[in-house]
């Protein structure tokens, strides 16, 4: 089974600008060996195992609240048999469309 996750873990309350604890949400993301794609709202990662994907959300929620006392999580998951690259894959299935 493929898993891909969409997910923002915003914390809410400290100031306007938030790239900062982002960013330390994203490294815990980027050094978990999973596929990943950071865009402008969120980070897509993909993985195989659905356990190890929650454990990598849980572990980069936690590092947001170290600082935080308030943090908002926005949580996407599409779960699908028998496919994998599934990122990249998604995005080529779209643009082969409008050409």
């Known amino acids: 089974m ?3 996750a ?3 873990i ?3 309350g ?3 600008s938030v790239s900062e604890e982002v960013a330390k949400a994203f490294k815990i993301i980027q050094k978990s060996g999973l596929e990943f794609q950071l865009t402008a709202m969120g980070t ?3 993985s195989e195992n659905i356990d190890q994907l929650f454990q990598v959300i ?3 929620i936690s590092e947001v609240e170290k600082e935080n006392n ?3 999580v926005l949580l996407k998951i599409d779960c699908r048999k028998g496919k994998s690259n599934r990122i990249q ?3 080529d299935s779209v643009l082969k469309k409008i050409q």
């Open 58 to 60: 849980k572990n980069a």
């Open 14 to 16: 400290k100031k306007e």
């Open 89 to 91: 894959e998604k995005v």
């Open 70 to 72: 308030r943090v908002s």
């Open 44 to 46: 897509i990662i993909e």
């Open 10 to 12: 915003t914390p809410i």
């Open 2 to 4: 493929s898993y891909l």
């Open 6 to 8: 969409f997910v923002s």
